[in-house]
């Protein structure tokens, strides 16, 4: 099965990556978990280009370094590992794109949706878990131990992150839009409630998807 998670930063995605591995693995699957950007050398030094990095990147240019983080991950790691069986749980996929780049920078939809199928090589994930989180509470998560800072604007914040507090409500908003167009590819759950419940129902609507889909394991 190929998984992916969504959600805007600090939704707690990555807990529940690991949770989902270990109960699949419990179960005797094999499971590869990455997450984007990043996965081989070349995307690793595009993860870094696009987080790290204080340049400015033109809105049509961070797309291209995303999608060519996604087209190298693709052929060289997740595209072998479902033809070998595996599962494969991915933090964050071409849903990423259309809220970020689309919804939160404004970038045409329609090229989107094309750049996304060639990155991903025509591959979809089964299911996609989206943790819906608004803005000000992901913030209130990120400093909840120091002081608040305005509005997602800080040294310690990746270059992503110091996009602002509107940006993130625009991507929120994006994913609320991505979700009704395909609401039997994405499972939104609130990421306000605990991580054990959360991994709960993720558990529980995985095992509804692959009895509908006549899916042993
Ligand atoms: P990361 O440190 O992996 O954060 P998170 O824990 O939030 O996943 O940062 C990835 C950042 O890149 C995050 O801000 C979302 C952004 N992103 C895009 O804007 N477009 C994309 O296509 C992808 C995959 C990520």
New binding site residues.
């Given amino acids: 099965m190929f998984i992916t998670f969504e959600g805007?930063?600090?939704a707690g995605?990555?807990t529940q990556v690991n949770k989902l591995k270990r109960s699949l693995q419990e179960r005797g699957r094999e499971v590869l978990t990455l997450?984007?950007?990043g996965g081989t050398p070349v995307a690793e030094q595009i993860r870094e280009l696009?987080?790290e990095g204080r340049h400015d990147i033109s809105p049509v240019g961070?797309l291209l370094l995303?999608s060519a983080s996604?087209a190298e991950l693709m052929e060289k790691v997740i595209v072998p590992a479902l033809e070998s069986g595996c599962d494969v749980i991915l933090?964050?996929?071409?849903d990423?794109?259309t809220a970020?780049?689309g919804y939160?920078r404004g970038l045409n939809l329609d090229m989107l949706s094309e750049i996304n199928r060639i990155a991903s090589h025509g591959i979809r994930p089964d299911i996609t878990f989206y943790l819906d989180l608004t803005p000000e509470d992901a913030l209130m998560r990120k400093f909840s131990e120091k002081s608040l800072p305005l509005a997602f604007e800080s040294e310690e914040l990746?270059r992503?992150?110091n996009s602002g507090l509107e940006f993130y409500q625009r991507v929120r908003s994006g994913y609320h839009a991505i979700q009704q167009a395909e609401p039997q590819r994405i499972v939104t759950i609130d990421a306000l409630l605990s991580p054990a419940e959360i991994h709960r129902k993720i558990v529980a609507r995985l095992d509804d998807f692959k009895a509908a889909s006549g899916r042993k394991s």
């Fill in positions: 805007i930063d600090g995605k990555s997450r984007e950007p696009l987080l961070e995303f996604r933090d964050r996929f071409f990423s794109t970020y780049q939160g990746d992503m992150e």
